[in-house]
């Protein structure tokens, strides 16, 4: 973890008047939360918190939850700072009420040693949130020479992946998977039969032919999570995560493993959830990620997934890019969006206002669930001696996002312009307020 | 939630023709009148001293001479820039590309390009009307504009005809235009050949497209045939093999003969003869071929007249 919010000075600060949804605790009712020297000090029924407080933080009619984390985030350091740096993404990440982003290794150079981890865990980084890195599982993640996970775990890292690629060779997955058993290490997969998608840019449907575009379906996809969780069954205390699952058959092969007790896990990012292949439209390039938007087929089946709790976590896939690497022809465009600013908007609107799914289950997958996927112990709850961290939100909140004034240094949102319910009121980090909204 | 229109990033500019898809049937009609008018033989200066910049990224014969001479026809000076010897090998992106074009004094842009969408990215940033000379295996309008020209110089209407497309549907713009350009207009295709160049995927463009595996069956009682181009690379690593597609979706004077008397047989060339047609069907009175590429010059006079709003 960054050291950056360490410094919570010895100061206190009480929520009062807020609803409190902890799903890990297990708490969905009006509380008031005291936290002091970067802990959580108290929580109890409204008005019950004797004694005074530094700062009084008036969350009448909003929701307070424990601080979100996500799972995937790409910060661009070192070597990409024209598309991100840790202080712009994780400001991004406050503003979107994460206290806490795992970062992506495919930077340059790719992040495959100690002193890399060391490097974007330093204070000098300038991160406002936690920042919890996820190492190379292979050398330069070319897929052949696993990295030193020992190491890399001593050094910070929390999992490993090859994210940006997949660790396409069944060899190299059961060794990955192997070594991570050992060590209680998770083993992130970023699930693409390359073998299959080379030159393809979209979902293949009615709109990647009626665009001429080169495709592929989401057996590209299925086809290598249902390998790995072959493999995490075979392999005692491997453990698994399918990192921006869309398709429909993967999410068979994840229930496999579920039912089988194996330690698998998926997130499900807000685009998936939200756009569609069709979305794409005329060749917009801020629909084009990897894996790509998919069809209603399995947007359903991302819906019930997350409904019914197969799906573990929301995860942003943030991955910002300069404008020149996406208004070019949309082949060469580069893949990905940003997402930390929208991902609880999107969550609200389309999750609970559209679908009906709970507000506690959308706290859930932003926090009990995510903490859960890397054992981020203390996170993703507010247990009384825990980290303080605190998201408050406003479910009802309606507004318009506007990619302009995105605290991220790149704009490649589809979401520019939409209207929301459900905004970021305030996100708190070792009891240190990181971001208020005006 | 209200959802703002995300395709729209820019409006295209007045007098653009980026494909045939969110055309409207009106203005196709417009400018299948406007050809009629034209002729290369007779010289009309509408767009005297305009420029006219062919961008083309892509081999092209046929495409890249009737713009030239469609334009350099009505009175337009035209210059060619190509991918080789342009600042493009030096990796100048699109957009910059095409705001030096805009900046040297370009009336309008006609775009060839590998790129699936190219021109409506050039488009999008632009505030002068981009053509689209062809983009990937996205469209090629111009090519079915000239085709439909064709058409209606020996059939009455498109309503009701009977038009078979053979051959590689799934890699070919020139397909994909002429279908979503004939479905427009209530004609009723069915289109042909194998798994690999005709998957189930292809019916999904417009309603009411057949789709069918059997040559014979698909040509019987046909008005119009349109034959594409087999491109040889294609077929390696595909299932089917050179001499059964050969076999089964050969063009030959006794499979023409399934089809109306009065059938046209048409192809947007280049054709490879012994591939998908025989000389004796390439040859026959009935192939209209050589017209598709005589009439490309005063479809291509209508579009460029229409893009420069001097479209009379």
Known sequence: MSKATARAENKSLLIKGGHVIDPAAKINSPMDVLLRDGRVAEIALPGKIRGGADEKFDARGLIVAPGFIDLHVHLREPGQSYKETTASGTAAAAAGGFTSVCSMPNTAPVVDTPELIAWQRSPERGAVVNVFPIAAATRASKGTTLTDFAALQRAGAIAVTDDGRPILEDDTMRMCLRLGAELNFPVVQHAEDTRITEGCCMHLGATSFRLGLRAASGTAEAA??????????????????????????????????????????????????????????????NCKMNPPLRSATDREAILVAIADGTADAIATDHAPHADHEKQVEFERAAFGITGLETALALAITQLHGKHKIPLTRIVELFTAGPARVFDLHGRGSLVRGGPADVTIFDPKKRWTFEAAKSRSLSHNTPFDGWQFTGKVVATVVSGKVVYRAD | MQRLPIHSIGAAARGSLLGIEHLDPRDILALLKLARRMNAAKPRPL????????????????????????????????????????????GESLLDTAYTLRAVGADAIVVRHPSAGAPHLMARHLDIPVINAGDGMHEHPSQALLDALTILKHKKSFKGLQVTIVGDIYHSRVARSSILLLAKFGAKVTLCGPPEF????????????????????????????????????????????????????????????LARRDALLMHPGPIIRGLELTSEVADCTQSVIVDEVRNGVPMRMAILARALGKAK
């Open chain 2, 198 to 257: 005709a998957p189930d995927l292809t019916t999904t463009l417009a309603p009411g497209l057949r789709l069918t595996r059997h040559l014979d069956e698909a040509v019987r009682g046909a008005d119009v045939i349109m034959l594409l181009r087999v491109q040889k690379e294609r077929l390696a690593g595909q299932k089917i093999h050179l001499h059964e597609y050969i076999e089964r979706y050969q063009m030959t004077p006794a499979r023409l003969k």
């Open chain 1, 224 to 285: 290598i999570v249902d390998r790995d969780v072959s493999l995490a069954l075979q392999i005692p205390g491997a453990r698994l995560h399918v990192a921006h699952l869309s398709s429909a058959d993967s999410l068979k092969a994840v229930r496999r493993g579920k039912r089988a007790r194996a330690r698998v896990t998926c997130e499900i990012t807000p685009h998936h959830f939200t756009l569609l292949d069709e979305d794409v439209g005329e060749y917009n390039p």
């Open chain 2, 47 to 90: 767009l005297r001293g305009k420029r006219i910049i062919l961008l083309f990224y892509e081999p092209s014969t046929r495409t890249r001479t009737s713009f030239e001479i469609a334009a350099k026809s009505l009175g337009a000076i035209t210059t060619l820039v190509q991918s080789s010897g342009s600042s493009i090998e030096k």
